[in-house]
């Protein structure tokens, strides 16, 4: 008997020993035209048989009523069986294939549900049996509202992924986005029930916090404005593993509107924020509680020692990450001493660099333009992109900030800035993504002004071969403040987030590339 012969054999039939590994099963795609790419691993034995199981159903499927010894169920129906998809594993333990869409709008929302197993025929037809999965199909290129909403409104809020494969909506603030009052409730997203359920509560209600992956796999939420809209400086960690919640050692000051950086040593750098929020004299008066301070935490120990002070005090400035390590402060809104009026705010267009090796801030290169309230999107190639933002503010004359229309790029590795071209419409507070093929999608955010903002439901492309925007397609609501997921199927989930008039939602939306 050949190899390849006693091996099919061995899938087929069963073999004693075999490694018990976790089936599982990955698939991307829903967007028409497209495909659809199916990956079930690994393979007990090399070239073990698998079976893809395609339903437009979720089940459950008891598997007795087809094998009298097995207890178990599928998570897919069995109306499509004649579909199913049955080869070998390839040489490393994986089984991928593709399927094509073409352009249907009557199938846009109808849903494939996936499942893969393994045969053993003895004790009991069926081996390993994977994790369910979904794809719900679209229009590619667009926005869509398949009307899923969540538990509470919530605008400024994160997501963190779960060990189940479904996501976690975290905090964020209900009411007006002038008026926000932060909620320590979450809502876990499951793609096949296409449903929001209840989520493991927080320790303290927050929103504008930070989420920073540490490298044991666990997420570090820290500061955010409280329940009465004051900055706090308490931290807890999130364990996708068992769904809980541990508060950890709180920072040195309390703090909204900073950054969070993962290093290289296993550390999280927190630079900047806001301290307080007191509403007199003025409603700018928060600003001038903006720190240039930094500190440490050191997910080991579970303690948070000072780190370097930064040149200026920045809350809503831009970090990112360079190849050598060090970390770019850019930008933020900021405050300075005045002999007259004691302070004046400012947007800065200045940039610190941290370095984790010798924990100190140096000087970098500053943008053209100032700018605050933004997200940098990662171009590739260790080039950032930052469009739009908050600038201009100012007492005499009153104004409480606008956003700028002007774009620029950050090359890391050059450390240079390079001016492109503008948005067509001034946002900030939007949300940005890779489209492929040098494209980028910006998205939402507000124009108007910080005191009365105006969210969008516009998009724009940036290109990276001509440096400049087009129009891209409409949003189905307008969203400032959103939170954005880029889903395991390939899609982007957007979240809540201000709409017109300035109240936050609890809706979501999906875009199909």
């Known amino acids: 008997m050949t190899r390849l012969t006693t091996l099919a054999a061995a899938a087929l039939f069963g073999v004693a020993g075999l490694t018990a590994q976790d089936l599982q099963l990955d698939v991307r795609g829903g967007s028409m035209p497209g495909t659809i790419a ?194 706090q400086a308490t931290c807890e960690v999130y364990d996708p593993t068992t769904d809980t919640w541990t508060p950890v050692a709180t920072m040195n000051s309390a703090r909204t509107g900073h950054s969070a950086t993962l290093l290289a040593n296993g550390k999280v750098l927190v630079a900047g924020g806001i301290q307080a929020m007191p509403v007199t004299p003025t409603q700018l008066q928060p600003i001038r509680e903006i720190v240039n301070t930094t500190e440490l935490y050191d997910p080991v120990a579970n303690t948070w020692t000072p780190g370097p002070l930064l040149s200026t005090p920045r809350a809503g400035h831009v970090a990112i990450t360079r190849p050598d390590g060090r970390v770019l402060l850019a930008g933020g809104i900021s405050w300075d001493s005045n002999i007259l009026f004691g302070w004046l705010p400012a947007v800065r267009r200045s940039c610190d660099l941290y370095n984790p090796v010798t924990n100190t801030i140096g000087t970098a290169p500053q943008m053209a333009t100032a700018r605050s309230l933004i997200d940098p999107i990662d171009l590739g190639n260790n080039k950032w992109l930052v469009a739009g933002g908050i600038n201009g503010i100012t007492i005499i004359p009153f104004n409480p900030g606008n956003p700028t229309n002007t774009a620029e790029v950050y090359d890391a590795v050059a450390n240079t800035w390079t001016t492109v071209g503008a948005l067509a419409t001034a946002r900030g507070n939007h949300k940005g993504w890779a489209l492929g093929n040098g494209l980028f999608l910006l998205a939402g955010g507000a124009n108007g002004s910080i005191l009365s903002p105006t969210p969008l439901s516009t998009t724009e492309i940036f290109s990276t071969v001509t440096n400049t925007f087009s129009a891209g397609p409409a949003m189905t609501s307008a969203r400032a403040g959103a939170a954005a997921y880029a889903t395991p199927q390939g899609q982007i989930m957007l979240f809540g987030g201000a709409t017109s008039g300035g109240l936050i939602s609890n809706t979501t939306e999906w875009y199909y590339f």
């Open 38 to 231: 199916v990956d079930t691993y690994p393979a007990a034995v090399p070239l073990e048989l698998m079976v893809v199981l395609f339903s437009t159903s979720s089940g459950p499927t008891p598997c007795q009523l087809f094998d009298p010894n097995d207890p178990r169920s599928l998570s897919v129906g069995l109306e499509l069986l004649d579909l199913s998809y049955v080869n070998f594993a390839d040489f490393d333990d994986h089984l991928r294939f593709s399927i094509p869409l073409g352009s249907a709008p009557a199938l846009q929302d109808r849903a494939l549900f996936l499942q893969s197993v393994t045969l053993n025929f003895a004790p009991t037809l069926l081996g390993r049996i994977s994790n369910g999965n979904v794809v719900r199909l679209g229009n590619a290129g667009s926005f869509r509202d398949r009307f899923v909403s969540f538990l509470n409104d919530r605008a400024f809020a994160t997501v963190l992924p779960r060990a189940d494969r479904t996501w976690l909506l975290v905090g964020g603030a209900r009411g007006g986005l002038l008026s926000q009052v932060a909620t320590d409730t979450t809502a876990i997203y499951d793609p096949i029930a296409d449903a929001f359920t209840p989520g493991p509560t927080l320790s303290s209600p927050r929103s504008l916090h930070t989420a920073t992956q540490l490298p044991n796999g666990t997420w570090l939420i820290a500061g955010g404005v409280n329940g009465t809209n004051d900055p």
